[in-house]
């Protein structure tokens, strides 16, 4: 059943796409931030492991909360709410910065995009119409990841002109009298915190459609849940996507710190810069991807571009620099497919519950919290290099699933034939 023509908004479509950029902008934010926390607060590697842990843990306590709420409430209470908490959190340690509030901010800037992610798919269908739903889908990850690019640049400004000008401007002179002389990254948060009270007035005012949820949005938690939880498919998926998740952002998170313990690199410039090319680079590879997706099943470019993120990943940690600045972010654009492929050979394994199995799937992004601490871990005992190929393992479990999944509905591909096919017709008698 199509979406009614009343409830399409394309002031709402815009908004969706304006809060997909806020949710990438504050998560993917991180992995830059990490060398500037060890070294403010004095803490080992294995404890700023707890750091993106923080953060990530959220989607796993949150996801399936978030959709039972959608299911109660309306989708603007929610968002409401969501960006309610993640700016509490943000100001919370943009007023005390220091390591022990840095946890409970992290988690509930964490609450709030794991609230945002369920509820903004459903609404960009509903505003935007079923039938360009898959375009404004695309349109959002470019918004995504346009976001990813940017943040890292931004923390670079901030970190280089926050008490370093001598002649200020007034934006710098605000944050010079908000954050202490040593930490002027924690700007970022304050920044954080007015992007927050911003997305809440827009919220407010704009009238949001009534979401009627389809039967495959929808989660339950009766038999449904537990019907899943029997089915291998499901375990191994979700399996599949805390390794997806671990591996991206055990990479964004550790890159910053890896290149500056072992080549010396300035991790509010340079770094900071090979963590923006990377999320750059992996919106690169989603453009691609569609394309490859219309001429291969989607099982074999998994294999291909999860073999060469592996393969990436070796001459990034254990090629020179120049190779390692150029690694880092070629890995962002062989793991750009991983996601919607996992998604939809997933969704497409079983035969229904499709919105429950979203709701498990999406509980997996909490391998973003747990995989960068095992490699916090393991670098206090073996050092960050080798603690990163741990990787290695989760990168492998993604490439195993191009190979033992068997979806019931394979992804339609146009053959090469029909791409060179020429129209013959028959001449007039």
Not at 391 to 401: A, C, E, H, I, P
Request: glycine fraction near 8%; charge should be neutral.
């Amino acid at each position: 059943m199509s979406t009614p023509i009343a409830q399409r908004s394309n002031l709402m479509v815009g908004l969706v796409l304006l809060t997909f950029f806020v949710i990438s902008f504050l998560t993917n934010i991180l992995g830059p931030l990490i060398p500037d926390m060890i070294s403010s607060f004095d803490l080992s590697v294995g404890l700023a492991g707890f750091l993106p842990f923080s953060f990530f843990v959220a989607y796993g306590v949150m996801s399936i909360p978030a959709g039972l709420l959608m299911e109660r409430y309306s989708g603007k209470m929610v968002i409401l709410t969501a960006f309610i908490i993640a700016g509490a959190g943000a100001l919370l340690f943009g007023l005390f910065p220091r390591f022990a509030v840095a946890l409970p901010s992290l988690f509930m800037i964490g609450i709030g995009m794991a609230m945002l992610q369920v509820v903004i798919n459903p609404l960009l269908r509903v505003s935007g119409g079923e039938e360009r739903f898959a375009f404004n889908s695309v349109m959002a990850q470019l918004f995504f990841g346009a976001a990813s690019f940017l943040s890292p640049l931004l923390y670079s400004y901030l970190v280089l002109h926050v008490h370093k000008d001598t002649s200020p401007s007034w934006q710098i002179d605000i944050f010079n009298q908000l954050v202490p002389a040593n930490l002027s990254w924690v700007s970022l948060y304050w920044i954080f915190s007015l992007i927050t009270v911003a997305m809440l007035t827009v919220v407010w005012l704009i009238p949001f459609p009534k979401v009627d949820l389809k039967e495959d949005e929808r989660i339950e938690v009766g038999s449904a849940l537990t019907s899943l939880l029997y089915n291998r498919y499901v375990i191994l998926f979700f399996i599949g996507i805390f390794c997806y998740v671990g591996s991206e952002q055990g990479i964004a998170n550790w890159t910053s710190r890896f290149l500056q313990e072992y080549h010396q690199v300035d991790p509010a410039t340079q770094g900071a810069s090979v963590i923006s090319y990377f999320w750059g680079m992996m919106t690169v590879g989603c453009l691609l991807g569609l394309v490859l997706l219309k001429l291969f099943d989607s099982k074999h470019v998994l294999v291909f571009f999860t073999s060469c993120a592996l393969i990436s990943l070796a001459a990034a940690l254990f090629g020179p620099v120049d190779v390692a600045l150029i690694a880092f972010p070629a890995t962002g654009f062989f793991a750009s497919v991983m996601w919607s492929i996992t998604i939809s050979l997933a969704l497409n394994s079983v035969p229904s519950h499709h919105g429950t199995f979203a709701g498990i799937l999406c509980t997996g992004i909490i391998g973003g919290a747990v995989v960068p601490l095992i490699i916090g871990g393991l670098a206090e005992k073996v050092g960050l290099r080798y603690a990163m190929m741990f990787l290695f393992l989760t990168l492998g479990y993604v490439l195993s699933m191009g190979i033992w999944a068997r979806p019931l509905i394979r992804n339609n591909t146009v053959r090469f034939s029909q791409l060179f096919k020429r129209k013959v017709t028959t001449p007039e008698a």
